[in-house]
């Protein structure tokens, strides 16, 4: 069952089952809407329900779907056994890639999860924290896969849309993502090593492209 309600701008928000989400009068979807903006609206600000009859049809949810990830790893400080003194850890950085088809338009976000060997309490957006919360990441079509652990939302947060804690990204930067390490055991003169990418991997990012979202977008130049 979905309820509605009137916005002063004239947008609709849409309390679907499962995915509570924001539409336009000309039956375009906007963005999805987390559980506490929800309640917000239609609690403390009262937005006004009103009864839906028609005049335009209700928009399908332009979840994201997940692309590829990559991986920035980093062990030139890292000594075992000295996980909490000075900073002698390694760090991994993982940037998850994610499009959606949004009204027949292309768009990609990029997603930034970080991890280190210290013994520090360390939250998925690099900050040492002794208290976070552990937030589902709304707007994703596998949403129960995805969660975040971060402080910056409060201790009362439950979710969060994916719009808020990704990067706004395009298809060159997407297509084109390579990982890199900087590693003691692989590289002996302390530079970053940035792997290769090879032609039939970027053109299966193509199709992997098309067959999410069915629009097949054009191999982008590389810069």
């Known amino acids: 069952m979905k309820n509605f309600y009137l916005t002063k701008s004239g947008n609709i928000l849409v309390a679907n089952d499962g995915t509570n989400f924001f539409m336009n009068s000309k ?23 009103f009864d839906f009859k028609g005049g335009f049809s209700i928009p399908e949810v332009a979840l994201w779907k997940k692309l590829w990830s990559v991986d920035y790893e980093d062990c030139s400080q890292s000594e075992a056994g000295r996980c909490s003194d000075g900073g002698n850890y390694s760090y991994l950085s993982t940037d998850h890639f994610f499009v959606r088809n949004r009204n027949g338009v292309l768009e990609f976000c990029r997603l930034e999860y970080c991890k280190t060997s210290s013994c520090f309490h360390y939250t998925d ?19 129960e896969q995805w969660r975040y652990d971060t402080a910056k939302y409060g201790p009362r947060a439950v979710d969060i849309v994916l719009d808020k804690l990704a990067r706004k990204s395009d298809l060159q930067e997407a297509i084109f993502a390579t ?25 299966l ?19």
């Open 27 to 49: 039956g375009e979807f906007l963005r999805v809407v987390s559980s506490g903006e929800f309640n917000f609206l239609t609690e403390k600000a009262a937005l006004p329900e």
């Open 125 to 143: 957006d690099g900050d040492f924290q002794e208290s976070s919360s552990n937030l589902i990441v709304q707007g994703i079509d596998d949403v």
């Open 179 to 203: 990982g890199s390490e900087n590693s003691p055991q692989h590289n002996d003169n302390g530079k970053r090593i940035k792997f290769e990418l090879d032609e039939e991997t970027k053109i």
């Open 205 to 223: 990012r193509l199709k992997k492209i098309h067959e999410l979202t069915g629009i097949l977008p054009t191999m982008p130049k590389e810069s």
